[in-house]
C-alpha cells in the first residue's frame, strides 16, 4: 500500500505564508506528477499547483505568484510555500501523486484557514 502524509496546514493571518508537505511511502518507487489541490467549502476540487518529475510546474491563476510547488525526488515529497495568503484560500488542501503507471494517491487534506 502507498500512503500519502500532509503536514503543515494551519490558521494564518491574510498576508501570511504557510508552507505544506507531503511525503509519499510505502509501495512506490517511481513517481511522476505530484501536486496540490484544494476543495473550499461548497466546491470541488481544484488543481493548485503541480511538479512533474523534470521539474516541469504549473499554476492555478489564482495562485501564480504568490505560491510556489517544489519536489525533493530522493524523500518522495512536494512542497508548497503559499506566500501572500488570502481569505479566498481558506481550503482543504490535498497532496496528489501519480506514479509512472498512472496510479493516483490522494493525501488525507490538510485544512488553510486564512482569516483575521
Known amino acids: 500500500q502507498v500512503q500519502v502524509v500532509e503536514s503543515g496546514g494551519g490558521l494564518v493571518q491574510p498576508g501570511g505564508s504557510l508552507r505544506l508537505s507531503c511525503a509519499a511511502s510505502?509501495?512506490?518507487?517511481?513517481?511522476?506528477?505530484m501536486g496540490w489541490y484544494r476543495q473550499a467549502a461548497g466546491n470541488q476540487r481544484e488543481l493548485v499547483a503541480a511538479i512533474t518529475s523534470g521539474g516541469s510546474v504549473n499554476y492555478a491563476d489564482s495562485v501564480k505568484g504568490r505560491f510556489t510547488i517544489s519536489r525533493d525526488n530522493a524523500k518522495k515529497s512536494v512542497y508548497l510555500q503559499m506566500n501572500s495568503l488570502k481569505p479566498e484560500d481558506t481550503a482543504v488542501y490535498y497532496c496528489?501523486?501519480?506514479?509512472?503507471?498512472?496510479?493516483?494517491?490522494w493525501g488525507q487534506g490538510t485544512q488553510v484557514t486564512v482569516s483575521s
Open positions: 496528489k501523486v501519480r506514479d509512472a503507471i498512472g496510479s493516483i494517491y
Open positions: 510505502g509501495n512506490i518507487f517511481s513517481i511522476n506528477t
